[in-house]
């Protein structure tokens, strides 16, 4: 059985913390805290302890269950937390498909917040293995227009595994 989640993440760096909402609601760091502590504050746009807090809560938010969280969080990170700008303030939708407690695929559509600092405001659509991994710097974004195309991709891949 696979899990389809579809929602909208925004992150603000204020001068004395940082700000995570999930479909427009502010995220309480205290929740995931109690779960996993791994930061005092939220950040984006690499794989360490303060993404990780952000991946986690956001999960959580997304209705996973504590012990799902614990297994998709790390996952989550490096399919979609470390590929947001790091000095950027965004909003962006988030598409994850979740089969037996690992992240099948994902896509995130950023889009420049009038303040921040990204070279362009055109949506970039992030695939994990044809976008730059978290390691390294290869690929290139691909842009999709829709989800039927999407969906085709990982059912050809789920049909060869």
Known sequence: MTTDLLFVIEG????????????DRIVDITKSQSFIR????????????????????????????????????????KSIIAKIPRESDFRATVMVMIMSNKIITSHINII??????MVDSNFKTLIPGLAPKCES?????????????LRELINKDIDRN
Do not use: M
């Not at 420049?112 to 600092?117: F, G, L, M, V």
């Open 12 to 23: 603000t760096k204020l001068p004395h913390r940082t700000e995570l909402k999930f479909n």
């Open 38 to 77: 791994y930061a005092e504050e939220f950040d984006w746009g690499y794989c360490g302890s303060q993404p990780a807090q952000s991946a986690l809560a956001i999960i959580l938010e997304a209705g996973i269950s504590f012990n799902d969280a614990a297994y998709l969080h790390e996952d989550f990170v």
């Open 112 to 117: 420049e917040k009038p303040q921040t600092r």
């Open 137 to 149: 710097e290869q690929g290139k974004p691909v842009v999709v227009q829709n989800y039927d195309w």
